[in-house]
C-alpha cells in the first residue's frame, strides 16, 4: 500500500512569506506526528495528534507554527512569517494506533528561507 | 540538553565485518527504543527495537542490546552489506496513555561499508 506522502518536497520561501506543508499519512492510521530535523541533527518533535485532535504541541518552537488535521487524515504544517532559523526538512510520520512506537515517516519536506 | 546521544558520527566498515553502533541517554523514563535507517531524500525507515523490560532483540542481522544500568544501547549489524550504508538514527520514548509515543533522536551515525 501507500506510504507517508509530504508535499511539497522543496519549498524557498523568501523571509517573512507564510508557507503550508502537507502530510497524507497511511490510511486508517490514527496518530500522526511532525517532526524538525536541522541539518546534521536527528529529528525534533513538533505536534502530536490522535486522529482530528492535537494532543501534545509542546515541540512547537514558536507561536507562528501552526498545525492542523480537521478530518483525522492528511495535516498541514504552517509556519506564519518565516524566519531563516526555520529552514529544516519537517517529517511527518503516522503510526496505526494512539500506543504504537513504528512510526512511519514520510520523505520530508526541504524547507529553505531565505 | 541532549538526552538521547549518538557520540560516533560516523563509522567505516568492511563488507562482512560487524558494525557496532551505540546510542547513550540521560531519560530514565525511557521505556521503548528504536533504531531507524536513513537514506539521503527519504525518511526514517524503521529498523529494530526493544522495551525496557529486556536486554536484547534480534532480527535476522541485526540485534539491539539495552544496557538500562548504563543507559546506553547497541545495534550490531553482522555482516554488514555495502546496502547498509545510510545514516542510522537511535530513538526513544517514554509511554504515555493516550498521549502518542513521541521520539526524542540522537544526532545520528553515518555508516559507510566498503566493498
Known amino acids: 500500500g501507500a506510504g507517508v506522502s509530504q508535499s511539497p518536497r522543496y519549498k524557498v520561501a523568501k523571509r517573512g512569506q507564510d508557507v503550508a506543508l502537507r502530510c497524507d499519512p497511511i490510511s486508517g492510521h490514527v496518530s500522526l506526528f511532525w517532526y524538525q530535523q536541522a541539518l546534521g541533527q536527528g529529528p525534533e518533535f513538533l505536534t502530536y495528534f490522535q486522529n482530528e485532535a492535537q494532543l501534545d504541541k509542546s515541540g512547537l518552537p514558536s507561536d507562528r507554527f501552526f498545525a492542523e488535521r480537521p478530518e483525522g487524515s492528511v495535516s498541514t504544517l504552517k509556519i506564519q512569517r518565516t524566519q531563516q532559523e526555520d529552514s529544516a526538512v519537517y517529517l511527518c510520520?503516522?503510526?496505526?494506533?494512539?500506543?504504537?512506537?513504528?512510526?512511519?515517516f514520510g520523505p520530508g519536506t526541504r524547507l529553505t528561507v531565505t | 540538553d541532549q538526552q538521547v546521544k549518538q557520540n560516533s558520527p560516523s563509522l567505516s566498515v568492511q563488507e562482512g565485518r560487524i558494525s557496532i553502533l551505540n546510542c547513550d541517554y540521560t531519560?530514565?523514563?525511557?521505556?521503548?527504543f528504536l533504531w531507524y535507517k536513513k537514506y539521503p531524500a527519504e525518511g526514517p525507515t524503521f529498523l529494530i527495537s526493544?522495551?525496557?523490560?529486556?536486554d536484547k532483540n534480534e532480527d535476522g542481522r541485526f540485534t539491539v542490546f539495552l544496557n538500562k544500568s548504563a543507559k546506553h544501547l547497541s545495534l550490531h549489524i553482522v555482516p554488514s552489506q555495502p546496502g547498509d550504508s545510510a545514516v542510522y538514527f537511535c530513538?526513544?520514548?517514554?509511554?504515555?496513555?493516550?498521549?502518542?509515543?513521541?521520539?526524542?533522536f540522537g544526532g545520528g551515525t553515518r555508516v559507510l561499508v566498503k566493498p
Open positions: 531519560n530514565s523514563m525511557f521505556d521503548y
Open positions: 526493544i522495551s525496557s523490560i529486556k
Open positions: 510520520a503516522s503510526s496505526f494506533r494512539d500506543i504504537s512506537y513504528e512510526q512511519y
Open positions: 530513538a526513544a520514548s517514554v509511554t504515555i496513555k493516550a498521549a502518542g509515543n513521541k521520539l526524542t
